[in-house]
C-alpha cells in the first residue's frame, strides 16, 4: 500500500462507503424549537463488493486517520458520530451515548462537522483546538442542553480573530473540519445525524436520525 497515493487510496475509500451507505434512512436536523420523534428508525448499510480489495476493516482503519475527531471512552466498540452544534439531535444522541460511554459499554469518536449554520464553523473550531477537546465538548453539550431546555440561544465560545488573522491553531482546526465537512459531501449525507460502524460481519453500517439508547444497546453486540 505504500506504492499507492494517498489520492488514491482515498478514492477508492469514498467509492466504497458511497455504495455501502445506500439504503440508509434520512431525517433532516429540526430547529431547536422542535422535539425529536419517538418514531424515528435507524437503518444498516446494505453490503457490497470491495473496490482494489480493500475490506471493511482497511476502511475503518483509514477512516481513523484522515477524520478529525474527539473520542470518548476506551471500552467497547468504536461508533463515529458526526456531529453539528447546531443540531439538536446531534444533542440528544450525545445524552444517549453518554451513559453508555461512562459504563464502558461504548467508545465513541465524535467527529465535529460544520454543515447546518454560518456559527458552526467558528463553535466546532473552539471545541477542536481547546486545549482540552473532550472537556471543550462536553461544556458544548451541556449550553446545547441548557438551550434546549430554557430556549434561549446557547453560549459557546467560537473561534475567531479580532485583527482579522487567524492563528494558526484556529487554521489547523478549520482545516480538519473541512476534511469532515468534505467526507459527508464525498458519500452523499446531507443531513445530521449520522453515525457510522464496524459490524461483526459485512461491509460498514450506518444509522442516520435519531437513535434511542434501546437501539444502540440492540446494535452493540453485532459490533467490532
Not at 98 to 112: H, M, N, Q
Not at 146 to 173: F, R
Amino acid at each position: 500500500m505504500a506504492n499507492i497515493s494517498i489520492g488514491l487510496i482515498v478514492r477508492f475509500f469514498l467509492m466504497f462507503i458511497a455504495a455501502a451507505l445506500i439504503d440508509a434512512c434520512a431525517k433532516k436536523a429540526p430547529p431547536a424549537s422542535t422535539p425529536p420523534s419517538s418514531t424515528t428508525t435507524a437503518a444498516a448499510a446494505q453490503n457490497t463488493s470491495t473496490p482494489n480489495k480493500m475490506t471493511a476493516s482497511n476502511l475503518w482503519n483509514l477512516m481513523g486517520k484522515r477524520l478529525a475527531f474527539i473520542q470518548e471512552g476506551h471500552h467497547g466498540p468504536i461508533i463515529y458520530d458526526f456531529t453539528d452544534t447546531n443540531c439538536p439531535y446531534c444533542h440528544l444522541i450525545y445524552v444517549t451515548e453518554a451513559p453508555l460511554i461512562r459504563e464502558g459499554k461504548l467508545t465513541v469518536r465524535y467527529v465535529p462537522v460544520a454543515i447546518i449554520k454560518p456559527s458552526s464553523m467558528p463553535e466546532a473550531a473552539a471545541i477542536l483546538q481547546a486545549n482540552n477537546p473532550i472537556a471543550a465538548l462536553q461544556h458544548a453539550e451541556q449550553e446545547i442542553g441548557n438551550s434546549m431546555t430554557t430556549g434561549k440561544p446557547a453560549n459557546l465560545p467560537q473561534a475567531t480573530d479580532s485583527i482579522g488573522a487567524a492563528p494558526q491553531k484556529t487554521i489547523t482546526a478549520i482545516k480538519k473540519i473541512e476534511v469532515n465537512n468534505k467526507f459527508l459531501q464525498e458519500v452523499n449525507i446531507n443531513e445530521l445525524p449520522d453515525i457510522i460502524y464496524l459490524p461483526q460481519k459485512g461491509k460498514l453500517g450506518l444509522i442516520t436520525g435519531f437513535v434511542s439508547q434501546k437501539q444502540l444497546l440492540a446494535l452493540l453486540p453485532k459490533l467490532q
